[in-house]
């Protein structure tokens, strides 16, 4: 069973759609990679999926009640605010809210592995807003995993983030899909794209213009088009490399 369907989601900001009856289903399993350049739609995408957007078409979560939807869905928004000094995990433990038993086993063993997975375990008693900004990026993720949902959507979670954190991110989410689970993430990285999800959706002006496996949304044309930029794929022992080379003149569109 998908864990998201949108059918046309559309979402306008004045008369101009900033997202453009996008349809794509996520199934247990995948981890997606959500690309596209600045200002192409994916924040706007993402939130209308989840029902923080008035948008038309249909969303399967946003059709659900709040306490299920956070249940059916984690969301880790491109804001990194924490407002309260709280311990990290305290902080952690709010992940567990949409749960009927929010204290007991069930919450200390979701909060432990949330802080474990994000390699937060010496952090737990810090103070949240004393953090680095690093810190506190990993501590929000941590958050949305001890949320415990079948689908974790995050918005651009590793900017920010030093590159062994930014791997280690997404080797989490990459080992949430192996477990069942499914991950749809924003990503800015297309070499760790290409290297982490199982899928690439890629956006352009609000309209989805490519979806399958990263090495075949990441062609060149592809890249030319909604990129604007030339740049060649090198196949290393290590996976895919996406090493760019010059940027193109953007074509003017009616
Ligand atoms: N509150 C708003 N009012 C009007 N237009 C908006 C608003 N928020 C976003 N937009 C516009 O909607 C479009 C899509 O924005 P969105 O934030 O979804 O892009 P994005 O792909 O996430 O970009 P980025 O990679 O820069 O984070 C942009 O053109 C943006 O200017």
Request: glycine share 10%; aromatic share 2%; proline share 6%.
């Amino acid at each position: 069973m998908n864990l998201l369907t949108l059918d046309k989601l559309t979402v306008r900001r004045g008369r101009c759609p900033v997202v453009d009856g996008v349809s794509l289903t996520i199934a247990p399993g995948e981890c997606v990679g959500l690309i596209g350049p600045n200002g192409s739609g994916k924040t706007t995408l993402m939130r209308a999926a989840l029902g923080l957007l008035a948008h038309g078409g249909q969303s399967s979560l946003a059709r659900l009640p709040a306490r299920q939807r956070a249940r059916a869905a984690s969301w880790l928004p491109q804001a990194r605010e924490i407002a309260w000094g709280v311990d990290v995990e305290t902080l952690v433990a709010l992940g567990r809210l949409p749960h009927d038993s929010r204290a007991g086993t069930a919450q200390d063993d979701a909060v432990a592995a949330a802080l474990a997975r994000m390699g937060l375990e010496g952090f737990r008693h810090r103070r949240a807003t004393a953090l680095s900004g690093g810190e506190q990026a990993r501590v929000l993720i941590a958050r949305a995993l001890a949320q415990d949902a079948p689908l974790l959507i995050a918005d651009e979670p590793i900017a920010g983030l030093d590159p062994a954190a930014q791997l280690g991110t997404l080797r989490v989410f990459e080992q949430l899909a192996s477990e069942g689970r499914a991950v749809l993430v924003s990503l800015h990285d297309l070499t760790l794209a290409a290297r982490h999800c199982t899928r690439l959706v890629m956006l352009d002006r609000g309209r989805l213009v490519a979806d399958g496996p990263p090495a075949q949304v990441l062609n060149a044309g592809n890249l030319a088009r909604t990129f604007h930029l030339h740049a060649e794929m090198l196949h290393t022992e290590h996976g895919p490399l996406l090493q760019p080379l010059d940027v193109l003149p953007q074509v003017t569109h009616s």
